[in-house]
């Protein structure tokens, strides 16, 4: 809770008094930037060398602490890399002047609401273990690991439909700056699932 609260927090200042908080393009751009570099490096890291160090060393219980607090820290600096780009100023406004604002804010709403109901059907379906990646971190197979509903549909729904809120909260803003870090976000866990997390599932699940 504490982390969550500070990850909002600039954003929060900044809508309080817009002048409270601001960035430079440059400082924002490199924030984003190694937010979203930390966040799949941070989590391939930890599933790659430390988890099995954690689990022999001090037990298995330990090891879902540790990586509980790990994953949000992970998760809270991938959303600021985001946020520091609503921040700043916006490049190429201009470009979408003859696009009334109701539209851009309407498609961005369903953009965002289809990745939340994406996220929230694959937790519905699956559970929390898996959405937390539980299996991996502790080794044992998750007691809801399903090919069912949302999934029936596709087989990563957190790293692909879910990735629409970032484009629609790109559309909203009207920030291709945003868009691009949506982009680059969706690259970045898509080699994280296909390198480190389908060899797992194909390994403990079959």
């Known amino acids: 809770m504490v982390i969550t609260i500070l990850r909002w927090l600039p954003q929060i200042l900044h809508y309080i008094s817009y002048e409270s908080i601001s960035l430079s393009p440059s400082t924002a751009y490199a924030i984003c930037a190694a937010g979203l570099i930390y966040y799949p490096l941070a989590i391939t890291i930890f599933f790659k060398y430390i988890a099995s160090w954690l689990r022999d060393t001090y037990g298995k219980a330990e090891a879902l602490r540790f990586w509980e607090i790990y994953v949000s820290i992970a998760w809270q600096v991938q959303t600021i890399g985001f946020t ?44 929390f273990n898996t959405y937390y990646w539980y299996d991996m971190a502790l080794n044992i197979p998750n007691a809801y690991f399903v090919a069912d509903g949302i999934y029936r549909l596709c087989g990563s729904p957190t790293y692909t439909l879910g990735r629409f809120t970032g484009f629609g909260a790109a559309i909203q803003f009207r920030s291709i700056p945003l868009f691009v870090a949506s982009i680059v976000d969706l690259l970045l866990i898509t080699v994280f699932n296909y390198f480190i997390e389908q060899p797992f599932v194909r390994k403990m699940y079959g």
Not at 86 to 110: D, N, R
Not at 117 to 126: L, P
């Open 84 to 127: 520091s780009l609503t921040l700043t100023s916006i490049p190429y406004l201009y470009l979408f002047e003859e696009i009334p604002s109701w539209t851009t804010k309407f498609v961005g709403s369903c953009f965002v609401g289809i990745g939340l109901a994406s996220k929230g059907g694959a937790i519905y379906m699956t559970g």
